[in-house]
């Protein structure tokens, strides 16, 4: 079992800069790939960036890529979502997800894969 927390989240303007962060409780979370999702009222869940255990390999979705930065501190169980020169797009409750693997370089961006959520931490961009 993993229990993920969120935060970070706020108001900001557009082309400002946030860092979200997600900690993580057990003494497994050095196995588990990371991910970061965002959901906005009436829409699915749509995948952010992923980020495998070893950090070796990181994705993105295309909308975002280029502005923000997946990152994660096993040593301090947390994984981070630096984001650049938001818009308004970009608003949406974003959340952190983890997948146990047995690879050390295994991610993905498939939402089905991940077995754990946080609540979400909601990030607004106003104009």
């Known amino acids: 079992q993993v229990l993920l927390v969120e935060s970070g989240g706020g108001l900001v303007q557009a082309g400002d800069s946030l860092t979200l962060s997600c900690v993580a409780s057990g003494r497994t979370f050095s196995s588990h790939a990371m991910g970061w999702f965002r959901q906005i009222p009436g829409n699915e869940r749509e995948f952010v960036a992923a980020?495998?255990?070893?950090?070796?390999?990181?994705d993105y979705a295309d909308s975002v890529k280029g502005r923000f930065t997946i990152s994660r501190d096993n040593a301090w169980n947390k994984v981070y979502l630096h984001m650049d020169n938001l818009t308004l797009d970009d608003t949406a409750v974003y959340y952190c997800?983890?997948?146990?693997?047995?690879?050390?370089?295994?991610?993905?961006?498939?939402?089905?894969?991940?077995?754990?959520w946080g609540q979400g931490t909601q990030v607004t961009v106003s104009s």
């Open positions: 997800a983890a997948k146990p693997v047995n690879s050390y370089s295994f991610y993905t961006a498939f939402r089905s894969s991940y077995e754990y």
């Open positions: 980020i495998s255990v070893n950090a070796g390999t990181t």
